[in-house]
């Protein structure tokens, strides 16, 4: 449970402002993602790390952008938010060995 | 393109009452199955990993199993507790960045 956490929780932030949203694992894992969670969508993957700086692209990555500087930390970016990015956004880890991904609580965001 | 459609969408069991969840895919190659309970308000809880068919993982009430083109999770004299949304996905063997496919889920309640 504590070995990865998501921040923040919850925003609301108005379209057109800039968001980031972090995610912190201690486990040492190599790979990291970023999911959005839809209603009649399902999970669906925006962009994943496989290591510090190697990034690429998920199934719904336009508007989205992600840096990974840090083992531990993996963070997602919306240039510009708008209403159609309002979601619940997850985080997962994996160590690219037995290939399951852990997940994180989740970031409820809101766009206005 | 990796499909994977879950059924039923809903479920709803009386206590003591067992059944099935069906996850049925459509892969190039599966490198593995994967089952996660989801709880309102939470990210995904990791359950199982099948990675080829025949193979069966149990723990306490669920039991899933594996074939070439489905999967099923059973649920054994459910309780009240066991209540949450049922995440299938699958993993393809030609996938660089282990990224998952996931099914649209199905949400059990069972009452007391």
């Known amino acids: 449970d504590a070995g990865i956490t998501q921040s923040p929780r919850h925003k609301v932030t108005e379209t057109g402002t800039p968001v980031t949203l972090r995610c912190h694992q201690t486990e040492n894992h190599r790979y990291m993602y970023w999911y959005r969670q839809d209603p009649g969508h399902g999970l669906r993957l925006i962009h994943y790390?496989?290591?510090?700086?190697?990034?690429d692209k998920g199934e719904v990555s336009d508007g989205y952008s992600v840096s990974r500087s840090k083992t531990e930390d993996f963070l997602l970016t919306l240039e510009s938010a708008t209403s159609s990015q309002t979601s619940v956004y997850f985080c997962?880890?994996?160590?690219?060995?037995?290939?399951?991904?852990?997940f994180g609580p989740g970031t409820r965001l809101t766009v206005t | 393109e990796d499909q994977v459609t879950q059924s039923p969408e809903a479920l709803r069991l009386q206590e003591g009452e067992s059944s099935s969840l069906n996850c049925s895919y459509t892969v190039s190659g599966l490198r593995g199955l994967f089952w996660y309970r989801q709880d309102p308000g939470k990210g995904p809880e990791f359950l199982f990993t099948l990675y080829s068919a025949g193979e069966e993982k149990e723990k306490e009430r669920l039991k899933a199993t594996l074939t070439k083109k489905e999967s099923f999770l059973h649920i054994t004299a459910p309780k009240p507790e066991d209540s949450a949304t049922y995440l299938c996905?699958?993993?393809?063997?030609?996938?660089?960045?282990?990224?998952?496919?996931f099914g649209g889920g199905t949400r059990l309640m069972v009452k007391p």
């Open positions: 997962a880890m994996g160590t690219g060995v037995t290939y399951e991904q852990y």
């Open positions: 996905a699958v993993l393809a063997r030609n996938n660089a960045g282990n990224m998952l496919t």
């Open positions: 790390s496989y290591g510090v700086k190697d990034t």
